[in-house]
């Protein structure tokens, strides 16, 4: 997958989102840096909060995760806060 395996979290718990979900979030965020891509699909394939999870994939993407050492559980509250 894309995305690896990620984790987002809802409050203080963090979970992973069904495998045909993980799916459609590959395929809009997929289209991310094209005309085609579809913000109102991705709000209904991020369940609600498609910010936080394009700034996840954005950060994941361009490895800056990596290469500052992020971790994913803090970033992904961070984004979702």
């Not at 891509?37 to 991020?46: G, I, M, N, R, V």
């Not at 996840?56 to 970033?75: A, D, N, P, Q, V």
């Amino acid at each position: 997958h894309m995305l690896g395996t990620p984790n987002f979290t809802t409050g203080s718990f963090l979970f992973s989102p069904e495998v045909p979900l993980i799916d459609q979030l590959e395929r809009v965020l997929g289209t991310a840096s094209s005309f085609q891509f579809d913000a109102w699909e991705l709000e209904s394939a991020s369940q609600g909060h498609p910010l936080s999870t394009l700034g996840y994939w954005l950060m994941h993407e361009s490895g800056l995760i990596g290469r500052f050492g992020i971790s994913g559980r803090t970033l992904a509250r961070f984004l979702r806060a």
